[in-house]
T-cell receptor
Framework: DADVTQTPRNRITKTGKRIMLECSQTKGHDRMYWYRQDPGLGLRLIYY???????NKGEISDGYSVSRQAQAKFSLSLESAIPNQTALYFC???????????????FGPGTRLTVL | DQQVKQNSPSLSVQEGRISILNCDYTNSMFDYFLWYKKYPAEGPTFLIS?????DKNEDGRFTVFLNKSAKHLSLHIVPSQPGDSAVYFC???????????FGTGTRLQVFP
């Protein structure tokens, strides 16, 4: 069952184009995240949102923007794509469960973006 | 500055033997650690976690050990199976942030 979905799964675009990656979740979680994965660098946090009115920058937010349209939807935009934004992008969700410290995040299948 | 490090990019283990994946961290404020497994063309999936108040957590074939004084954790898989072949990421978080800092991953290959 696809609790966290990402669209598109693959995208090839050209330098300077505006791109939007979308994430939807049916887990009922309040927290959502965007990461990018590059070879040899692991996953790095771009933006995160703890609820609809809360948006925060991660460690590599330059060149990206996000929108939390609803609790279940969190989109990532590249206003003017550049080749070094070629990467695998993951959306994730989590729900803090009080003292149980539910730090676990649940990931979507990823979007492979290529900027030519 | 890499706060979570996985110094072995790859590991090859025979089926049935033990796989030991290692992870080091530098931030002493990290208080929760997780391991994720990732297959090609899929997102990472949560495997096992450990709080800093413990030194061991076990779930079936998977055990995570935490050595706070050495700032080191390890994931043991016993016995290893071919289906365990994947990339394994360790991750850490601090306090109430819920933000995860990931290592660079170790590719495990289990051969027959």
């Amino acid at each position: 069952d696809a609790d966290v979905t990402q669209t598109p799964r693959n995208r090839i675009t050209k330098t300077g184009k505006r791109i939007m990656l979308e994430c939807s979740q049916t887990k009922g979680h309040d927290r959502m995240y965007w990461y990018r994965q590059d070879p040899g660098l692991g996953l790095r946090l771009i933006y995160y949102s703890f609820d609809v009115k809360d948006i925060n920058k991660g460690e590599i937010s330059d060149g990206y923007s996000v929108s939390r349209q609803a609790q279940a939807k969190f989109s990532l935009s590249l206003e003017s794509a550049i080749p070094n934004q070629t990467a695998l992008y993951f959306c994730a969700t989590s729900h803090r469960t009080g003292k149980s410290q539910g730090h676990e995040q649940f990931f979507g299948p990823g979007t492979r973006l290529t900027v030519l | 500055d890499q706060q979570v490090k996985q110094n072995s990019p790859s590991l090859s283990v025979q089926e049935g033997r033990i796989s030991i994946l290692n992870c080091d961290y530098t931030n002493s404020m990290f208080d929760y650690f997780l391991w994720y497994k990732k297959y090609p063309a899929e997102g990472p999936t949560f495997l096992i976690s450990i709080s800093s108040i413990k030194d061991k957590n076990e779930d079936g074939r998977f055990t995570v050990f935490l050595n706070k004084s050495a700032k080191h954790l390890s994931l043991h898989i016993v016995p290893s199976q071919p289906g365990d072949s994947a990339v394994y990421f360790c991750a850490a978080s601090e306090g109430n942030t819920d933000k995860l800092i990931f290592g660079t991953g170790t590719r495990l290959q289990v051969f027959p």
